[in-house]
């Protein structure tokens, strides 16, 4: 008699990240710290043009500690400290 594990299916699509996860919190990676972060633009997640696609939110930011410029996309959660929009 043959068993057959119909239990063990294989996960092909099992990404740990959804769009809206990707991204880290904005850090110098000198003074690995966010204390002299001075943010120059701020980019909420939005959505694609012409597609269904998300595009995560994104920052650019400088270090006035140590000068270094920063760039990337961060948790949709994540908001610069004290943001707050101009209407
Ligand atoms: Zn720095």
């Keep these: 008699m043959t068993t ?26 000198r003074c690995r710290t966010d204390d002299y972060l001075i943010f120059e633009e701020f980019v909420p997640a939005r959505q694609a043009e012409h597609s269904t696609d998300l595009i995560p939110a994104s920052t650019s930011y400088t270090c006035s500690e ?22």
């Design 66 to 87: 140590c000068g270094t410029f920063n760039a990337h996309a961060v948790p949709a959660s994540w908001r610069p400290p004290q943001w707050f929009w101009y209407s």
């Design 4 to 29: 057959i594990d119909h239990g063990r299916s294989l996960r092909t699509s099992s990404s740990p990240f959804s769009p809206l996860e990707m991204g880290e919190a904005p850090s110098c990676p």
